[in-house]
């Protein structure tokens, strides 16, 4: 069964760090377009950021140089290392397979969605 | 960035109906647009990608269509279980974008 579970959420002060991790089953994350997508409370979806099966990564302009995706190949795990964490960080953050997005060839709709963690920054 | 703009807010609908939500994007995204369906407190749930080709295992009565920056998600005979709020979500290029969701109600 394609799963993904995602753990590392809790509560922070602002400026803090925090990374979340997403163990995937049924498949592997090296071998596909991993994305973090978040939500604020009572808001509607952020994409975050992906990573390619490559090892490229973009950034959400909201999140760029604070954030980073990685993966562990060993352990089939996606990562996102939170840092300089703000009040508006707040959010459920979904791991998730797919979202690639290319002009020259054929682009993958995010497909896979774990259930999500919660991160609150507040002191 | 590309902006993706949905219509209406909010739906407030009957079972059996059939409903039409709306989506468009500030510039030209081709086909590369998905349609999520997500209930409270739970992940989104792929029905819709590349604007019309249903996701596997997701009922017919799920229908998508259009292009460049016209999109239509289409609920035909709408029941309680369908009572959720939809998001459309282009992937022509980063940063991926979403609509600002459609909460469909029980009238």
């Known amino acids: 069964e394609v799963q993904l579970v995602e753990s590392g959420g809790g509560l922070i002060q602002p400026g803090g760090s925090l990374r979340l991790s997403c163990a995937a089953s049924?498949?592997?994350?090296?071998?596909?377009?991993m994305s973090w997508v978040r939500q604020a409370p009572g808001k509607g979806l952020e994409w975050v950021s992906v990573?390619?099966?490559?090892?490229?990564?973009y950034y959400a302009d909201s999140v760029k140089g604070r954030f980073t995706i990685s993966r562990d190949n060993s352990k089939n795990t996606l990562y996102l290392q939170m840092n300089s964490l703000r009040a508006e960080d707040t959010a459920v953050y979904y791991c998730?397979?797919?979202?690639?997005?290319?002009?020259?060839?054929?682009?993958?709709?995010?497909?896979?969605w774990g259930q999500g963690t919660t991160v609150t920054v507040s002191s | 960035d590309i902006q993706m703009t949905q219509s209406p807010s909010t739906l407030s609908a009957s079972v059996g109906d059939r409903v039409t939500i709306t989506c468009r994007a500030s510039?030209?995204?081709?086909?590369?647009l998905a349609w999520y369906q997500q209930k409270p407190g739970k992940a989104p749930k792929l029905l819709i990608y590349r604007a019309s080709s249903l996701e596997s295992g997701v009922p017919s009565k799920f229908s998508g269509s259009g292009s460049g920056t016209e999109f239509t998600l289409t609920l035909s005979s709408l029941q309680p279980d369908d009572f959720a709020t939809y998001y459309c979500?282009?992937?022509?290029?980063?940063?991926?974008?979403f609509g600002q969701g459609t909460k469909v109600e029980i009238k």
């Open positions: 979500q282009q992937y022509n290029s980063y940063p991926l974008t």
């Open positions: 990573i390619y099966s490559g090892g490229t990564t």
């Open positions: 049924g498949f592997t994350v090296s071998g596909n377009y």
């Open positions: 998730a397979r797919g979202g690639y997005a290319s002009s020259w060839s054929v682009n993958i709709a995010i497909d896979v």
């Open positions: 510039q030209s995204i081709s086909s590369w």
